[in-house]
């Protein structure tokens, strides 16, 4: 049974950092591509970065790169998402979800995710 289950939002002020993490259980990091999404208010969900440890690909947004890190401890048990500078529109609900690479590669989005956990919210103040 697969199972993600996400952690670490709150409330920051802009130009600060979180960092999320995502315990996942039911499947290994050698089967699954493993990603970060998010929804803000009146928004879809969107892709921020995803990564596949079966490739070594990684995807990042346009509007975090260079301020978000994706990672994973050694027991590939828990997935990270590292944000430093903050800014107001990074609020939403963030969301890890998990797939199977595609034979195209690594897509990060939506219709390519399995499996979700509960979102965690993140909320930036300016």
């Known amino acids: 049974d697969v199972q993600l289950q996400a952690s670490g939002g709150g409330l920051v002020q802009a130009g600060g950092s979180l960092r999320l993490s995502c315990k996942v259980s039911?499947?290994?990091?050698?089967?699954?591509?493993i990603g970060w999404f998010r929804q803000a208010p009146g928004k879809d969900r969107e892709g921020v970065s995803c990564?596949?440890?079966?490739?070594?690909?990684?995807y990042y947004a346009d509007s975090v790169k260079g301020r978000f890190t994706i990672s994973s401890d050694n027991t590939k048990t828990t997935v990270y998402l590292q944000m430093n500078n903050l800014k107001p529109e990074d609020t939403g609900v963030y969301y890890c979800?998990?797939?199977?690479?595609?034979?195209?590669?690594?897509?990060?989005?939506?219709?390519?995710?399995?499996?979700w956990g509960i979102g965690t919210l993140v909320t930036v103040s300016s």
């Open positions: 039911g499947f290994t990091f050698d089967e699954y591509v």
């Open positions: 979800a998990g797939g199977f690479l595609l034979i195209g590669g690594l897509v990060c989005r939506e219709p390519a995710m399995d499996d």
């Open positions: 990564f596949s440890n079966i490739d070594g690909a990684t």
